[in-house]
Nanobody, 130 residues
Framework: QVQLVESGGGLVQPGGSLRLSCAASGRTFSYDAMGWFSQPPGKESEFVAAISWNGGNRIYADSVKGRFTISRDNAKNTMYPEMNSLKPEEPAVYYC???????????????????????WGQGTQVTVSS
């Protein structure tokens, strides 16, 4: 059974930083693209970032460029979204996702729509408050 398990959420002050983890199991994710989405309270899910199979390509939403980074360690089947300079309006549940890829499709352009991803984690809550 494929599973993505997020961890690392919690309470952080405005301007603070938080590093999340997304551990994958149940299949080989080595060629899969990984995505990161947020869902603020009462709002639709929003794209945050995505990373290619080897970390060589990354895309970010305009609102987080320069503040958030995404990385991965395929040996550990884990992705690491990192958030810096968090804003008071950024509390949300953060989700990781995986898009199935093969050796032959591993370099296809990264996706930023929720419906383009195949596997999802349960989400981890991030609260920004002083």
């Amino acid at each position: 059974q494929v599973q993505l398990v997020e961890s690392g959420g919690g309470l952080v002050q405005p301007g603070g930083s938080l590093r999340l983890s997304c551990a994958a199991s149940g299949r080989t994710f080595s060629y899969d693209a990984m995505g990161w989405f947020s869902q603020p309270p009462g709002k639709e899910s929003e794209f945050v970032a995505a990373i290619s199979w080897n970390g060589g390509n990354r895309i970010y939403a305009d609102s987080v460029k320069g503040r958030f980074t995404i990385s991965r360690d395929n040996a550990k089947n884990t992705m690491y979204p990192e958030m810096n300079s968090l804003k008071p309006e950024e509390p949300a549940v953060y989700y990781c996702a995986a898009e199935r890829r093969t050796y032959y499709t591993r370099n296809v352009l990264l996706k930023d729509r929720r419906d383009q991803y195949d596997y999802w984690g349960q989400g981890t809550q991030v609260t920004v408050s002083s």
